[in-house]
C-alpha cells in the first residue's frame, strides 16, 4: 500500500513538473498499468472539477455583479422615493397655496366688481354733479350780466313801503303799512 500511494505521488509529482521520477521499479505490470490508468482518471476528473470550478466560479462573479447591480438599484430607488416623498410634500404645500391663493383671487375679483359698481355710480355722479355745474356758471354768469346792468342803472325817487294784512275770520284781509319785518307780507313801490 505505500509503495503504492509512494507510486502515485511521485507520478502526479512527475506529471507536474514534467521531471523524470526517480527510477523506481515495479515488478508487476499490470498494477502499473492500473495504477496509470487510476491517475489518468484523477486527472481527468481533476480538469473537469476545475473546469466546473471556474465556470462556477464565473457565475458567482456575475451573480455578485447583478446582486450588487440589484442593491445600487434598490438604493437609487431608496433615494428616489425618498425625493418622491420630499416632491410630495412640496407638491402638497403647493396645493394648499394655490387653493389660498385662489380663493384670495376670487375675494379680490369679487372686490373689483363691487368697486366697478361703485366706480360706475360715482361716475354717473359726477357727470351729474358736472351738468349740474356747468348750469349753475351758466346761471351765474347771467346774473353777473344782470348785477352789471344794474349797477348801471340808477335808482332815484322810488319810495318802498312795507305792507301788512290783518286777519279777519269772516272779513276779507284788510292791507296795512308797517316798518316792522315781522309782519311785512309785500312790499309796494
Known amino acids: ?14 506529471c507536474k513538473n514534467q521531471e523524470a521520477p526517480s ?10 498499468i492500473s495504477l496509470v490508468r487510476h491517475l489518468l482518471n484523477l486527472r481527468n476528473e481533476l480538469e473537469h472539477i476545475e473546469t466546473k470550478d471556474s465556470i462556477l466560479a464565473n457565475i458567482l462573479f456575475a451573480k455578485r455583479q447583478a446582486i450588487d447591480s440589484m442593491v445600487d438599484n434598490a438604493l437609487d430607488l431608496k433615494e428616489n422615493k425618498i425625493s418622491l416623498i420630499l416632491v410630495s410634500k412640496k407638491y402638497d ?15 379680490v375679483k369679487r372686490e373689483n366688481i363691487k368697486l366697478y359698481g361703485e366706480n360706475g355710480k360715482l361716475s354717473n355722479e359726477i357727470e351729474f354733479q358736472e351738468i349740474k355745474n356747468s348750469k349753475l356758471t351758466t346761471e351765474n354768469l347771467k346774473l353777473k350780466k344782470k348785477v352789471e346792468v344794474a349797477s348801471n342803472v340808477g335808482i332815484t325817487g322810488i319810495k318802498v313801503t312795507g305792507l301788512g294784512y290783518t286777519s279777519g275770520l269772516f ?12 309782519r311785512i307780507k309785500n312790499i309796494k313801490f
Open 1 to 14: 500500500m505505500r509503495t503504492t500511494l509512494l507510486f502515485i505521488c511521485l507520478l502526479l509529482f512527475s
Open 93 to 107: 404645500k403647493v396645493l394648499v397655496e394655490k387653493d389660498y391663493l385662489v380663493k384670495k383671487i376670487d375675494s
Open 171 to 182: 272779513n276779507k284781509p284788510k292791507e296795512f303799512e308797517t316798518n316792522k319785518s315781522s
Open 23 to 32: 527510477p523506481i521499479i515495479i515488478k508487476e505490470d499490470t498494477t502499473r
